[in-house]
C-alpha cells in the first residue's frame, strides 16, 4: 500500500490545466533543529495532481487557488512525466478542502499559554449536548469531511426517519458518528451525518476510528 501524505497551507504556483487534470504546487518546510549530527531539513516542493471535479468540489479556481489555505490528502507517485512536475515529488490527489477561517482560529487557539485552555475547556463543556453512549468527543458538523463514495449513497428514508424521530424524542443522535481522528474524516455513520444536517445540529457526537494492527 502506497504511503499516505498530508499537506497544508497555500499553493505557491498559478493553477497549470492540463489535458486530463491540473497541477499545482505547495512546499513544506523542514524542522529548524534537527537531532545532533543530522543535517537539517530543507523545503520541499510538492506538485500536486488534481481532477477538475475535485477542484470544482472544493471551490478552487484559477483566480483563487494561491489565496486560500487548503488541505490535500493523497498519496506520492512518480509515475508522471518531468514536464508536469516540476515539484521535486509528485502527489495524487484523493481529497482537497479549504481550512475556513474557523478552523485557523482554532489552530491559533491550540497555541496559547496553558491557562486559556483550561477556561475554554469550561465554556465547551456547558455548551456540549447530552451524547449517546460510544461517544469520545464532540465536532462541529461542518468540520467532519465527507468522502466522495458516500455522497453517492442514499440512506435508507425509513432507518433514517427513525433516527429523526429520535432525535425529536431525546435531542441526541441515536448513536456518535465514527470519524478518522487524525484527518477528521467520516468513515461511518453517514446516515446520522443527514439527520444532524436535517436538524440543524451545529454539534455533533463523535467517536474515532479503531485501527486495527495485524498480529
Known sequence: MAHKITLTGKPVSTLRLKKDFCTFDMEEKGSP??????PKSSTITYTVFINQKQ????????????????????EPTLDV????????????CFQVS???????????????PAKEPEKKEEVKAEEQPKAPEGTE????????????EFLKYQPNPYKTQLVIDHVKQSGILDEPITINRETKVLTDGYKRYIVAEKMGMKMVPVMYEKISVDS
Not at 533543529?33 to 543530522?38: F, S
Not at 512525466?81 to 495524487?92: H, L, N, R, S
Not at 479549504?98 to 496559547?112: C, D, L, M, N
Open 33 to 38: 533543529a534537527a537531532p545532533k549530527g543530522l
Open 55 to 74: 477542484l470544482k468540489k472544493a471551490g478552487l479556481t484559477e483566480e483563487n487557488i494561491q489565496n486560500q489555505k487548503i488541505m490535500v490528502q493523497g
Open 81 to 92: 512525466p518531468v514536464d508536469d512536475c516540476p515539484g521535486e515529488i509528485g502527489v495524487t
Open 98 to 112: 479549504v481550512i475556513s477561517e474557523k478552523q485557523k482560529e482554532e489552530v491559533k487557539a491550540e497555541k496559547k
Open 137 to 148: 468527543d464532540f465536532m462541529e458538523l461542518e468540520q467532519i469531511k465527507v468522502p466522495e
